[in-house]
């Protein structure tokens, strides 16, 4: 297996402009998590979903910030507008979701910077 | 609630050397417990974990033992490699749930 892909790996913007993320979790992981990783603030979990359905967004900052997963294979990640304190590297990770003893499996990270 | 302290870096030692980096957790119900490596430029990957009390877990050299009467897990190694330079995570997932606290991590940088 590929491991978890994420597009693009870099991205930069400017402010206001829309961005979108984008990940393709592992074949037969039903988890799928969406995280945000600066020195500021460490490694945040902004949202997971479990069979497709979003479980828990509380982590999402505001309303600028979306994400869905229209199917197992494919979650976006959009910030619209995007803001310069949104630059951090964006992380999409997968797991069976089955059991507490299960790993996650990480993307290499999208590294967003807004101007 | 969950969390997780973990020891601040950066860490800073010569190639050889002892390793130790303290993490203690509080949560719910009998937790699993996890460290995870964050090398530079890539995602976390996971590097050894334990579920039950007593139990240690090992990968290239690396162990942690699942201490349930002190809450801890602290990760180490007897002989470091400028290869380990990296980032490592402390992160139990609380019984019951899938989801894990990941502690803030501990750079560690080691010197030929």
């Known amino acids: 297996d590929a491991g978890v892909i994420q597009s693009p790996r870099h991205e930069v913007t400017e402010m206001g402009q829309e961005v979108t993320l984008r990940c393709k979790p592992i074949s037969g992981h039903n988890s799928l998590f969406w995280y945000r990783q600066t020195m500021m603030r460490g490694l945040e979990l902004l949202i997971y979903f479990n069979n497709n359905v979003p479980i828990d967004d509380s982590g999402m900052p505001e309303d600028r910030f979306s994400a869905k997963m229209p199917n197992a294979s494919f979650s976006t990640l959009k910030i619209q507008p995007s803001e310069p304190r949104d630059s951090a590297v964006y992380f999409c990770?997968?797991?069976?979701?089955?059991?507490?003893?299960?790993?996650?499996?990480f993307g290499p990270g999208t590294r967003l910077t807004v101007l | 609630g969950n969390s997780v302290t973990q020891m601040e870096g950066p860490v800073t030692l010569s190639e050889e050397a002892f390793l130790t980096i303290n993490c203690t957790y509080t949560?719910?119900?009998?937790?699993?417990l996890f460290w995870y490596v964050q090398y530079p430029g890539e995602g976390l990957q996971l590097l050894l974990k334990a579920t039950k009390a007593d139990d240690k877990g090992s990968n290239k050299g690396f162990e942690a033992t699942y201490r349930k009467e002190t809450t801890s897990f602290h990760l180490e190694k007897g002989s470091v490699q400028v290869s380990d330079s990296a980032v490592y995570f402390c992160?139990?997932?609380?019984?019951?749930?899938?989801?894990?606290?990941f502690g803030r991590g501990t750079s560690l940088i080691v010197h030929p």
């Open positions: 990770a997968s797991s069976t979701g089955s059991s507490g003893s299960d790993e996650q499996f």
């Open positions: 949560a719910t119900g009998y937790p699993s």
């Open positions: 992160a139990p997932i609380p019984g019951g749930s899938y989801i894990p606290t």
